[in-house]
């Protein structure tokens, strides 16, 4: 590997960072407030914004699909600036309007920044560095989400700023540095011929193309499918609601507490998947991220008995539970699709793979919110969300391997 490749491979990765941070605060920022005092059509009013803004984003994947996959190379920088813009106006309707009536403002917010992965990640995607570029990219999902509530609660705590402003205002306050990083990123330049050599030339896919991937992958993609969606369920139950699941733990907790857990796991996450740049055969990579994404699950499981039997206390259980399933949620928005279509001498691209995985992920994590809530489960988000972790690690660890043992038999 070229000594010349690393300051351009850590400048890529520093900016995908920092602009998918920006991002991230368009879209997480308003879990960190209750909302209580609202009801519509008989069901609690953060749990109908929640809902409403997954769903907008699950229809984004769904279109994602042949959107991503097709897209061209031409005019991201604005295609994002747009899409961004679009999200933040809808947080401004939102304040404007009365509640609970304006929640279907979620709706314009969560489809547009369903985009933004495919767009950023089609800067980065087809080198020999996209291993640890990537990681910086998926990374961001944590650190920006702590990092944007973080933000939302000092805005209320400190500037007297609403629940309903409080959206409004923290993208204001990360909007002048998406600007600045959308510039950046525009500069970084192209894969070389070494680059395309190693990982495979990335293009557009057609439908046919598309169709082809499936019919020859399909059961193993399936299983893939599968465990995202599982993971994904647990990531956005975990990300909506972790303000409300410590409230009923009943343990104290201020606004650096979300910046703190997600901060460490980012920094694990990012040493792990940056790590597997030096794995030079992109088979084996493949299957050492199933072996990590095994680990994540088992890590979940075991973490999550120990916090039931009163062995650790809410913050490292908050924390072992948030690395256990970014094990398995990071490597599919970084390194998994990556080298999955190098190993096997795909000529595609991530994005569309991905959003296949995201479409049906958010498609899961809209009928598990309706269900607890339609069904009117008794649980707290806390009971429930263990008993959830239990259920989806058990059928993760099992699919995992499953499809890993798929994969090999494919390879030979």
């Given at each position: 590997?070229?000594?010349?490749?690393?300051?351009?491979?850590?400048?890529?990765?520093?900016?995908?960072?920092?602009?998918?941070?920006?991002?991230?605060?368009?879209?997480?920022?308003?879990?960190?407030?209750?909302?209580?005092?609202?009801?519509?059509?008989?069901?609690?009013?953060?749990?109908?914004?929640?809902?409403?803004?997954?769903?907008?984003?699950?229809?984004?994947?769904?279109?994602?699909?042949?959107?991503?996959?097709?897209?061209?190379?031409?005019?991201?920088?604005?295609?994002?600036?747009?899409?961004?813009?679009?999200?933040?106006?809808?947080?401004?309707?939102?304040?404007?309007?009365?509640?609970?009536?304006?929640?279907?403002?979620?709706?314009?917010?969560?489809?547009?920044?369903?985009?933004?992965?495919?767009?950023?990640?089609?800067?980065?995607?087809?080198?020999?560095?996209?291993?640890?570029?990537?990681?910086?990219?998926?990374?961001?999902?944590i650190f920006g989400s702590g990092v944007s509530k973080s933000v939302a609660?000092?805005?209320?705590?400190?500037?007297?700023?609403?629940?309903?402003?409080?959206?409004?205002?923290?993208?204001?306050?990360?909007?002048?540095?998406?600007?600045?990083?959308?510039?950046?990123?525009?500069?970084?330049?192209?894969?070389?011929?070494?680059?395309?050599?190693?990982?495979?030339?990335?293009?557009?896919?057609?439908?046919?193309?598309?169709?082809?991937?499936?019919?020859?992958?399909?059961?193993?993609?399936?299983?893939?499918?599968?465990?995202?969606?599982?993971?994904?369920?647990?990531?956005?139950?975990?990300?909506?609601?972790?303000?409300?699941?410590?409230?009923?733990?009943?343990?104290?907790?201020?606004?650096?507490?979300?910046?703190?857990?997600?901060?460490?796991?980012?920094?694990?996450?990012?040493?792990?998947?940056?790590?597997?740049?030096?794995?030079?055969?992109?088979?084996?990579?493949?299957?050492?991220?199933?072996?990590?994404?095994?680990?994540?699950?088992?890590?979940?499981?075991?973490?999550?008995?120990?916090?039931?039997?009163?062995?650790?206390?809410?913050?490292?259980?908050?924390?072992?539970?948030?690395?256990?399933?970014?094990?398995?949620?990071?490597?599919?928005?970084?390194?998994?699709?990556?080298?999955?279509?190098?190993?096997?001498?795909?000529?595609?691209?991530?994005?569309?793979?991905?959003?296949?995985?995201?479409?049906?992920?958010?498609?899961?994590?809209?009928?598990?919110?309706?269900?607890?809530?339609?069904?009117?489960?008794?649980?707290?988000?806390?009971?429930?969300?263990?008993?959830?972790?239990?259920?989806?690690?058990?059928?993760?660890?099992?699919?995992?391997?499953?499809?890993?043992?798929?994969?090999?038999?494919?390879?030979?």
């Open positions: 590997m070229r000594k010349a490749q690393w300051p351009q491979a850590l400048y890529s990765a520093l900016v995908v960072f920092c602009l998918y941070t920006c991002l991230f605060s368009f879209r997480k920022a308003f879990n960190v407030a209750a909302f209580d005092g609202y009801t519509l059509w008989g069901l609690d009013y953060k749990i109908i914004l929640v809902i409403t803004q997954v769903f907008g984003y699950m229809a984004s994947k769904f279109y994602g699909i042949r959107f991503i996959a097709e897209l061209g190379r031409m005019g991201r920088g604005r295609l994002i600036l747009l899409l961004t813009g679009i999200a933040w106006f809808s947080w401004l309707v939102f304040a404007l309007l009365p509640a609970p009536y304006n929640f279907w403002c979620l709706l314009f917010n969560g489809f547009p920044l369903g985009m933004l992965w495919g767009i950023v990640f089609s800067y980065i995607e087809g080198r020999r560095m996209t291993d640890l570029i990537s990681a910086a990219l998926a990374v961001s999902f609660l000092y805005t209320m705590n400190s500037w007297s700023v609403s629940e309903y402003w409080m959206p409004f205002v923290t993208g204001a306050v990360f909007f002048l540095p998406l600007l600045l990083f959308i510039y950046l990123v525009e500069k970084i330049p192209a894969p070389t011929e070494d680059d395309i050599a190693h990982r495979t030339v990335r293009l557009p896919m057609p439908v046919d193309a598309r169709r082809n991937l499936l019919r020859e992958y399909g059961p193993g993609l399936f299983l893939l499918v599968i465990i995202y969606m599982l993971v994904t369920i647990l990531r956005e139950v975990r990300d909506s609601f972790m303000a409300d699941m410590w409230r009923e733990a009943g343990e104290s907790f201020d606004s650096s507490v979300f910046a703190q857990t997600e901060t460490i796991i980012s920094l694990v996450m990012l040493i792990v998947i940056a790590s597997m740049v030096t794995v030079r055969n992109n088979f084996r990579a493949f299957s050492i991220t199933h072996l990590i994404m095994f680990a994540g699950f088992v890590l979940s499981l075991a973490i999550t008995v120990a916090y039931k039997q009163g062995l650790v206390d809410t913050w490292w259980w908050m924390l072992s539970i948030g690395l256990g399933l970014y094990m398995v949620y990071i490597p599919f928005n970084s390194i998994l699709f990556e080298r999955f279509i190098a190993a096997f001498g795909i000529a595609g691209n991530v994005g569309f793979l991905i959003y296949l995985a995201d479409a049906f992920g958010y498609l899961g994590s809209v009928g598990v919110l309706l269900s607890k809530t339609v069904f009117r489960l008794e649980l707290s988000w806390l009971n429930f969300y263990t008993t959830l972790v239990m259920i989806t690690g058990a059928i993760g660890v099992v699919a995992t391997l499953i499809s890993l043992v798929y994969f090999k038999r494919k390879s030979r």
